[in-house]
């Protein structure tokens, strides 16, 4: 009959609806692990640091100054640090001993994922290569080398200098006044021994 007909088409069609409910639901739950999955990424991601370096260097006193800046993911200044070098031969030396410097502290605080950023390019790619250096600054890059697998995950960048003028300033300023500093912003991210090596530095 046609009473029986529409009942049955009234059977159909919420089966269908339970069908498509169904389906949705089956997405919202891939959706929402695809989601999960992407916040557990990120979070994973937000735990990288970047460590600056530049290098200051006085051709006439062979004396060159390490500037060294630790920023968080989102790009916020952590550490500063600077250090003064006597007998320094070259520029490339110079830069070399700031990386090297910037990986020692990266060590001292303890961070797991890190990405050094430099503008020498030369440094940059010797650090890359798995080849034992025998440049003039091979022994300072083996160092690097070594300190690097300390560090669970390090890689080295190339960046432009226009991205790296803060640490260069503080590299610059150090090598004027002949005084290093260390300046911590967050308290969270160093450990008890850069705690005391900072008191030592700045008693008052």
């Excluded at 529409?6 to 169904?22: D, F």
């Excluded at 250090?83 to 990386?99: G, K, R």
Aim: glycine letters at 6%.
């Amino acid at each position: 009959t046609v009473h029986e007909r529409k009942h049955a088409s009234g059977r159909v069609l919420a089966q269908k609806i339970e069908s498509y409910l169904a389906e949705l639901e089956g997405v919202g739950k891939k959706k929402c692990t695809l989601k999960n999955a992407r916040i557990q990424r990120l979070r994973e991601e937000i735990t990288e640091d970047t460590i600056h370096f530049d290098a200051a260097f006085d051709t006439n006193r062979s004396r060159s100054a390490s500037g060294v800046i630790v920023r968080d993911r989102r790009g916020e200044m952590r550490v500063s640090k600077t250090t003064l070098h006597s007998n320094v031969s070259s520029p490339f030396l110079a830069e070399a001993l700031t990386c090297l410097q910037a990986i020692k502290l990266g060590i001292s605080l303890g961070l797991r994922s890190v990405t050094i950023r430099g503008d020498s390019k030369t440094i940059i790619k010797k650090c890359q290569l798995i080849v034992t250096d025998k440049s003039i600054i091979g022994a300072v890059i083996e160092d690097i080398k070594s300190h690097s697998s300390l560090i669970q995950e390090i890689g080295f960048q190339f960046i432009k200098k226009s991205e790296n003028f803060q640490a260069h300033k503080i590299a610059k300023e150090t090598l004027a006044n002949g005084e290093e500093r260390y300046l911590v912003r967050d308290e969270s991210i160093y450990n008890e021994g850069a705690m005391e090596e900072e008191w030592s530095r700045n008693p008052d």
